[in-house]
């Protein structure tokens, strides 16, 4: 079937009462669509979309005898008025007319629309005089720019010109004004998406360096030149052939994704959601073979994204000062080649990039300047010549690159402006093979936001801002600041994440790369291994923060050995929060902080004291009870009680629990007399822990009430962040949880906790009756898969340590609880880290004979637990 096809089809049909022959037509033109996508350029399908619409509303205006209402004009606006639709865009209409409607032309409009709904068509209309229009334009920027690309489709074409020649005339948008409001906008609409398209669901349409940012070129352009066709703005001396060319090259690529996508949806999606990427891969021709043919399309996608934004920034500013003559005001010429002009960066004559090394002598010189703001878009255009001029190798292999880059890291200042510019106009790409390797790389999970090279650029600008002094980081400003060679940290940034996608341990790659790099850059052994073991050791210590038990001496003694030194320490602390913090703006949240903190103290000490973390240890219970004695006595608590209350406790209970905590638990449970056999008491507290709100069950033992607890708060939208299991030397269970909002948030709502008390503490009122916990899989969820994994590590006789890895799905814990109790082994502690869409929890269990669980207690268990979550 043709497109005229469709359009003769359309005609034949005689009334508006046929809904079913409009409704076959529009059947027949997405099967038209579908059919001819892998076969035809896909300019022509969404023009000819466009063309069916107008075909199918002109006819459909006909047969209402609308065409006899002699002064309304139907008028497409927006994308629909420029002549393109994708396969479920809006079809945006205006109905103008130069005075209010009458109740018959209201009745014969409302006709029209209601048809147009009913034969399936999502339209977005608006029915106005030419003066409301006008006012509407004028005090409405969003409207204003919906008709720059007004185009009539039918009806009256004096009521259409008049209201192009009010639009156009005094008291309207000037062009300066409208350029000013569309800028704004754009910067508005980046901010939404943090500035970067590299996310790993980005929005074709509205994210940096999509389809929006070539739309708003175009608008700005058309209506200073008051023209509709790009073709007629390479005339104007807008931009040149080869930079329209681009553009329109571009628009294509993102044209055949989104197509695409709305094609699998079969709806208006412009999200390229982890639902749709593997299908919407396949329909562009880049394999069936999942997440590589993913990583080909969004590899293409990236760089598309990069082109348009460099496009988009040039060519905005090019109007600006070259169009509108917004005039220069400050001046200030640095060299022969560069001056500064209004902050940005501009040249001065048409040849500064000669060689590779220029375009690092570039950033050098913007580190060196700190009165420069940006790159002026005499800048760009040379750069990106530059760029292809010298794509034939990589700059590092050219000995005085290797020297400027160099001092590129060691200058303080260069990782502010200078490391945006060599990251987002593809510099570092074109200095390093292993970089170009990681650019626009996927990441198939819910733990990463962002693409590789976009992770790392965001850690490495967390560095940057440590060094600053006023990142809210006291710690890392401090230890940054102190560093002899921050150069040694920012070249580990660097590397930390490089060595993904090559079916390896991306850690130990990394090492060798950049132990490569730092040999080939002449840097010496003693820091080339510093920084090796930074990117090999760079998951160490958010690893062990919420997978191990940090209180437990081993284990502290044991890290401290891997670490070695305090510098070493310094070093990977910082590594470690810069890279948290740069993987999902949601993931940092004070609990992360807190174990990361308590880590490095406790470490600390142990290199302090030459790897005995015991001593420091006691140290911590001594100061524990003393300053929490204080709190209790000035509470007015009676200190014997406290005393004779402690006696119940073990040591290891001083360790975990900070001294508020400690005052806390006193206080609530010597107030909450008697001590009888069915006694439970479930309280909360906001403040006791920093990382979180506090939950704590005291009482008699209650039937899987680890697993009871987990699903109330799981169906409940909380997430369980640490749970310490306890039991007093009298038989009484002492359950503390650290509970967080299922986004990482704290709980901050006085009703929210009472709410989640009372939830709890009517479940376990329950006994042998299970929680039903409802709560529904997200869509991404659906997507991932993560097969369980279980570990065991003995490292005490009366205990084991059993590290599990799974789906996140709702109800984890709850099942992992009822399991527990079904194979008769007690929990003493459980800390729970989501790191996305995977479950990384940590359960420390003994047998029925309190003892370690045996070869066989093990291998049940794995068999167990796989079964129950997979």
Not at 9 to 17: A, K
Not at 609 to 623: F, P
Request: glycine content about 6%; aromatic content about 8%; proline content about 2%.
């Amino acid at each position: 079937m043709s497109l005229q096809t469709l359009i003769n089809q359309v005609q034949l049909i005689q009334s508006t009462d046929d809904i079913s022959a409009f409704k076959a037509c529009i059947s027949d033109s997405y099967d038209w669509l579908e059919n001819e996508f892998t076969r035809v350029d896909v300019e022509s399908l969404v023009l000819g979309r466009a063309e069916f619409i107008d075909a199918l509303l002109s006819h459909a205006w006909q047969l209402l005898d609308l065409h006899k209402e002699t002064k309304i004009a139907l008028v497409a606006v927006g994308g629909y008025g420029r002549g393109q639709l994708q396969p479920y865009s809006d079809i945006d209409l205006l109905l103008l007319s130069p005075s209010a409607l009458n109740q018959s032309q209201q009745n014969t409009i409302g006709q029209f629309i209601t048809f147009l709904w009913d034969i399936g068509l999502d339209i977005g209309q608006s029915v106005r005089t030419i003066k409301e229009t006008v006012s509407l334009a004028r005090s409405d920027v969003t409207i204003a720019t919906n008709l720059v690309e007004a185009r009539l489709l039918t009806g009256n074409q004096d009521t259409f010109l008049s209201l192009n020649k009010k639009l156009h005339g005094r008291g309207n948008w000037t062009s300066k004004d409208f350029f000013i409001a569309k800028s704004k906008e754009q910067q508005i609409r980046h901010s939404k998406f943090k500035g970067t398209s590299y996310n790993l669901e980005p929005n074709v349409k509205e994210s940096p360096g999509c389809l929006r940012d070539i739309q708003n070129i175009g608008w700005i352009a058309k209506k200073h030149f008051k023209v509709m066709k790009g073709t007629e703005l390479v005339q104007r001396g807008y931009f040149t052939e080869q930079e329209f060319e681009e553009l329109i090259e571009c628009r294509s690529n993102l044209w055949r994704i989104r197509f695409a996508l709305h094609l699998q949806a079969e709806r208006s999606e412009n999200r390229l959601l982890f639902d749709y990427q593997n299908d919407v891969a396949s329909r562009l021709g880049y394999g069936d073979d999942g997440k590589a043919s993913v990583e080909r399309m969004m590899k293409s996608f990236f760089r598309t994204v990069r082109r348009i934004s460099e496009l988009n920034e040039m060519l905005l500013q090019r109007f600006g000062h070259d169009v509108l003559h917004i005039k220069v005001k400050n001046r200030v010429i640095i060299n022969p080649s560069f001056e500064i002009a209004d902050g940005l960066l501009a040249t001065r004559h048409d040849n500064v990039f000669n060689e590779p090394e220029d375009i690092l002598q570039c950033l050098l010189l913007i580190a060196d300047t700190p009165q420069i703001e940006g790159l002026h878009s005499s800048v760009l255009s040379q750069l990106r010549l530059a760029r292809r001029k010298f794509h034939s190798q990589y700059y590092c292999e050219n000995p005085r690159c290797r020297t400027l880059f160099i001092e590129l890291m060691q200058h303080p200042d260069f990782f502010g402006l200078g490391w945006d510019i060599m990251h987002k106009h593809g510099i570092l790409q074109s200095y390093l093979p292993q970089w170009d390797h990681i650019v626009g790389m996927m990441q198939f999970d819910l733990f990463h936001a962002y693409t590789v090279d976009e992770h790392t650029h965001r850690l490495v600008k967390n560095v940057y801002q440590y060094s600053q002094g006023n990142s809210g980081f006291p710690r890392c400003s401090r230890i940054v600041r102190n560093l002899d060679k921050p150069e040694l940290l920012y070249i580990a940034s660097i590397f930390h994440d490089i060595g993904k996608g090559r079916n390896g341990d991306h850690s130990k790659l990394g090492a060798q790369d950049v132990a490569e790099f730092c040999t080939m850059h002449g840097i010496n052994d003693k820091d080339a291994e510093l920084i090796a073991w930074l990117v090999e050791s760079h998951l160490m210590m958010s690893v062990i923060a919420q997978r191990r038990d940090i209180y437990d001496p081993d284990v502290i003694n044991e890290f401290a050995g891997n670490v070695r030194t305090h510098n070493h320490l310094n070093h990977l602390y910082v590594l470690t929060l810069a890279d948290i913090r740069a993987t999902n703006d949601n993931l940092w949240n004070d609990w992360k902080a807190t174990l990361l903190r308590e880590l490095y103290l406790l470490t600390q000490k142990a290199l302090d004291n030459g790897l005995e973390c015991k001593v420091a240890l006691q140290d911590r219970i001594d100061e524990h009870q003393t300053k929490a004695k204080r709190l209790l006595v000035n509470r007015g608590v009676n200190e014997s009680q406290v005393e004779q209350f402690w006696k119940r406790l073990t040591d290891d209970y001083f360790v975990r629990f900070k001294p508020d905590q400690i005052a806390w638990h006193a206080g609530v449970i010597l107030a909450a007399h008697p001590m009888t056999d069915d006694f439970l008491l479930v309280e909360a507290n906001e403040h006791t822990a920093k990382s979180g709100t506090e939950l704590l069950v005291y009482g008699k033992d209650k039937i899987n009430l680890f697993a009871q607890v987990a699903s109330v708060l799981d169906s409940r939208n909380c997430s369980i962040h640490d749970a310490q299991i306890m039991k007093t030397n009298d038989g009484y269970v002492f359950d503390s949880f650290i509970v967080l909002e299922q986004s990482g948030d704290r709980i901050d709502s006085t009703s929210r906790l009472s709410s989640l008390k009372e939830a709890v503490t009517n479940q376990l009122n329950k006994p042998g009756e299970e929680h039903q916990n409802r709560r529904k899989m997200s869509r991404q969820m659906k997507q991932l898969d993560v097969p369980t994994k279980v570990r065991f590590y003995s490292n005490q006789p009366d205990e084991t340590l059993v590290e599990l890895e799974a789906l996140d799905a709702p109800g984890l814990l709850a099942k992992v609880g009822n399991l527990l109790v079904e194979m008769e082994f007690s929990l003493r502690m459980a800390k729970i880290a989501t790191i996305g869409e995977r479950a990384e929890d940590l359960f420390i269990i003994s047998n029925n004979e309190d003892k370690a669980l045996t070869q066989n207690q093990q291998v049940e268990l794995k068999k167990r637990l796989s079964e129950t979550l997979d």
